[in-house]
T-cell receptor, first 109, second 114 residues
Framework: GIQVEQSPPDLILQEGANSTLRCNFS?????LQWFHQNPWGQLINLFY???GTKQNGRLSATTVATERYSLLYISSSQTTDSGVYFC???????????FGKGTHLIIQP | DGGITQSPKYLFRKEGQNVTLSCEQN?????MYWYRQDPGQGLRLIYY???????QKGDIAEGYSVSREKKESFPLTVTSAQKNPTAFYLC?????????????FGAGTRLSVL
């Protein structure tokens, strides 16, 4: 099946810093989503981005499908941005999303 | 409010006991999914259903069972055959059977073994 690798696994930053999270996938996809998992476990949809670039406030994402990677940018980080960020892809067929292991982001005040 | 409701939030299982996790959605979505998350890991697919009265095994279906008698409901039973059931369980739904649409997730159920 399709493989998803996220980097870095852990990231500690000061408030106000910018960050880039990467997601590599092993095959062509027709669905790529970025999620933020809050401390209570809720998965919050950030972006549905199988290709192209999208922006939502301080967050933006870019997927280069031909090169099989996606990037999530967080600018001017706030402590509330802390949590785990997951990339998940759908390689085709009728099954579910395949998740990476996530990037654990800690924003220190 | 439209969304996915999972209950209970916390559940404890005794040895040899079957337990059922509830998942209800009012989004009128055809497809529903169950995922398992272990500490420090991503989510893994247990079962999915594309339509009422039909469901398929995912990557880690052993020790679990599901039913889909109604469009809005997709309960997951963790059977006594699942030897390591302690995990966080997440239910999801999407509007289409194929992958080109967004999946939405419930708030999850934490299952522990007594």
């Amino acid at each position: 099946g399709i493989q998803v690798e996220q980097s870095p696994p852990d990231l500690i930053l000061q408030e106000g810093a910018n960050s880039t999270l990467r997601c590599n996938f092993s095959d062509s996809v027709n669905n790529l989503q970025w999620f933020h998992q809050n401390p209570w476990g809720q998965l919050i949809n950030l972006f549905y981005i199988p290709s192209g670039t999208k922006q939502n406030g301080r967050l933006s994402a870019t997927t280069v499908a031909t090169e099989r990677y996606s990037l999530l940018y967080i600018s001017s980080s706030q402590t509330t941005d802390s949590g785990v960020y997951f990339c998940a892809v759908w390689g085709g067929g009728a099954d579910g999303l395949t998740f990476g292991k996530g990037t654990h982001l800690i924003i220190q005040p | 409010d439209g969304g996915i409701t999972q209950s209970p939030k916390y559940l404890f299982r005794k040895e040899g006991q079957n337990v059922t996790l509830s998942c209800e959605q009012n989004l009128n979505h055809d497809a529903m999914y169950w995922y398992r998350q272990d500490p420090g890991q991503g989510l893994r697919l247990i079962y999915y259903s594309q339509i009422v009265n039909d469901f398929q095994k995912g990557d880690i279906a052993e020790g679990y069972s599901v039913s889909r008698e109604k469009k809005e409901s997709f309960p997951l039973t963790v059977t006594s055959a699942q030897k390591n059931p302690t995990a966080f369980y997440l239910c999801a739904s999407s509007s289409d059977r194929v992958g080109g649409v967004i999946q939405y997730f419930g708030a999850g159920t934490r299952l522990s073994v007594l």
